[in-house]
């Protein structure tokens, strides 16, 4: 079957494209061990606070070693996922943490104007961040789902919102 699964056909006349249901993937391996669910959850850090969005908005970052490190200096230091994260920290290295999501090179997406939008939130498009122990990409990210949430909110479906004529 195609990428967008069947044609519903009725009568011979062309329905809808529906799409095939996405697997939920694996969560990728990360270098040093992570709860969101404790962070984001049970300590309520606002996911700002670990992963800003500086400059234009087009991205939200991966946190500074300084950022964990300001907490787990005293909290947890004994543990050996901490002990990796005061090694890079030391070193003035960046952790490589793997990418959960991943928004294709043709596509703009800005997450400052997103984020502004009334009843959207981070968990809007990367799911129950407060109730995860791990993080997988759990939401579709796909040019459908997009286009669905901007029918749903009235926001522009133009083109060259999301695709830069360049």
């Not at 997406?109 to 498009?125: A, D, I, M, P, Q």
């Not at 579709?140 to 901007?150: P, R, V």
């Amino acid at each position: 079957m195609s990428r967008w699964g069947a044609l519903i056909m009725l009568s011979g006349a062309l329905l809808a494209q529906v799409p095939e249901p996405k697997v939920m993937r694996p969560a990728p391996q990360q270098p040093i061990a992570y709860s969101h669910k404790l962070h984001a959850g049970t300590l309520k850090l606002q996911c700002a606070q670990c992963h800003p969005v500086p400059g234009d908005g087009d991205f939200a970052t991966t946190p500074a070693t300084s950022t964990c490190m300001a907490c787990h200096k005293t909290i947890k230091k004994e543990s050996p996922e901490i002990a990796k994260l005061a090694a890079a920290d030391a070193k003035g290295e960046a952790v490589e943490w793997a990418r959960v999501y991943k928004i294709p090179d043709y596509v703009s997406f800005n997450h400052r104007k997103h984020l502004s939008v009334e009843g959207v939130s981070c968990e809007t498009c990367h799911g129950p961040v407060k109730e995860r122990e791990v993080m997988r990409r759990e939401k579709d990210i796909s040019m459908a789902a997009c286009m669905e949430c901007h029918r749903a909110k009235m926001a522009s479906v133009s083109c060259t919102l999301c695709h830069d004529e360049k």
